[in-house]
């Protein structure tokens, strides 16, 4: 069973911040892992894909680091922006058997960037 | 390539009404992954289907609720006799085939009131 942590839970910086998002997971036989935003009412939107090949991916302000054996992956927020005020939320896939997985969601960080 | 669709965006339903969510996956994807996002908590998977096939429903709760992924259509999410504790956001997520990657396209949800 995968389960999947983020901490903090909330967030308040302010803007030009630089942050660290924390996402922890306890099976760490993943193919990948997923940070998406999600802004109030609204749907999921994905930011960063990691391959478990991969040790960090960037996008943008946005980077995004997996290591596999500790079963941790941080997202890094350069010079943040009010813009930026969301609950970001990781995913790990568990793997259900051959190539069918379903992902496992954390209970997201919720970041304030004030102006 | 339109994203995954999902309709109606909002429904409101009186308790021990029937409710009927669809999903349109993206073009060419083929497996089909129900969540649910209930208030103050973190996305759940439900279930997860392929085409006419129920590849896992570990998250589905067992009374009332079904789902169908028809060889011809949308993939459809049935509430019988909705309660109060049904009020919440449901998201569909889609992926391609055997896809490398491993990963899932979310739609914008449908956001469920029971009155």
């Known amino acids: 069973k995968q389960e999947v942590t983020q901490i903090p839970a909330a967030l308040s910086v302010p803007e030009g911040e630089n942050l660290v998002l924390n996402c922890s997971f306890t099976?760490?036989?993943?193919?990948?892992l997923q940070w998406f935003r999600q802004d109030p009412g609204k749907g999921l939107t994905s930011l960063l894909l990691?391959?478990?090949?991969?040790r960090e991916q960037t996008s943008g302000r946005l980077n995004a680091s997996l290591d596999k054996s500790s079963g941790r992956s941080t997202l890094y927020i350069a010079a943040s922006q009010p813009g930026d005020s969301a609950t970001y939320l990781c995913a790990a896939p568990f793997i259900l058997g051959g190539s069918n997985y379903k992902l496992t969601f954390g209970k997201g960080t919720l970041l304030t960037v004030n102006p | 390539n339109a994203g995954v669709m999902q309709n109606p965006r909002h429904l409101v339903r009186r308790r021990g009404q029937e409710a009927r969510l669809r999903c349109s996956p993206m073009k060419g994807h083929s497996h089909v992954y129900w969540y649910r996002q209930l208030p103050e908590e973190g996305l759940k998977f439900m279930v997860y289907l392929q085409k006419e096939n129920i590849i896992d429903e570990s998250g589905m709760p067992k009374e009332r609720f079904s789902a169908e992924f028809p060889k011809e259509g949308p993939s459809i999410l049935r509430i019988q006799q909705v309660v109060r504790g049904d009020s919440a956001a449901y998201f569909c997520a889609s992926s391609p085939p055997r896809d490398g990657t491993i990963k899932q396209y979310f739609g914008p949800g449908t956001r469920l009131t029971v009155t």
């Open positions: 099976d760490s036989a993943i193919y990948n």
């Open positions: 990691i391959q478990s090949s991969q």
